[in-house]
């Protein structure tokens, strides 16, 4: 059973940073590439970066640029999303995404329905 499962998230004051993982188990996503998305109440899920199977290439919504960093390590099979310089408008329930084969397209991984498997979330709360 493939999985996909995200740490990391809590409650933090603006200006901060946390660091969210997604592990991983199942198979093996070392030649996929994935993503982070997230949603905040009543809105839709919202792209926030992707990172190809390598690392090599690396895309990020224009509101998180230069605040977050998405990273992996294929050896453990885990992706991560730093975030630093947190705003209350960071606040949502931040998902990872894989894709199931090797496709890779900067404008299409912005897009939620690209990705094969999904994880269930973790809460990101920034207080003002």
């Known amino acids: 059973q493939v999985q996909l499962v995200e740490s990391g998230g809590g409650l933090v004051q603006a200006g901060g940073s946390l660091r969210l993982s997604c592990a991983a188990s199942?198979?093996?996503?070392?030649?996929?590439?994935m993503g982070w998305f997230r949603q905040a109440p009543g809105t839709e899920r919202d792209f926030v970066a992707t990172?190809?199977?390598?690392?090599?290439?690396?895309y990020y919504a224009d509101s998180v640029k230069g605040r977050f960093t998405i990273s992996r390590d294929n050896a453990k099979n885990t992706m991560y999303l730093r975030m630093d310089s947190l705003k209350p408008e960071d606040t949502a329930v931040y998902y990872c995404?894989?894709?199931?084969?090797?496709?890779?397209?900067?404008?299409?991984?912005?897009?939620?329905?690209?990705?094969?498997?999904w994880g269930q979330g973790t809460q990101v709360t920034v207080s003002s």
């Open positions: 995404a894989a894709r199931g084969d090797s496709f890779y397209n900067t404008q299409a991984m912005m897009r939620p329905e690209i990705y094969d498997y």
């Open positions: 199942g198979r093996t996503f070392s030649s996929n590439a």
């Open positions: 990172i190809s199977w390598n690392g090599g290439s690396r």
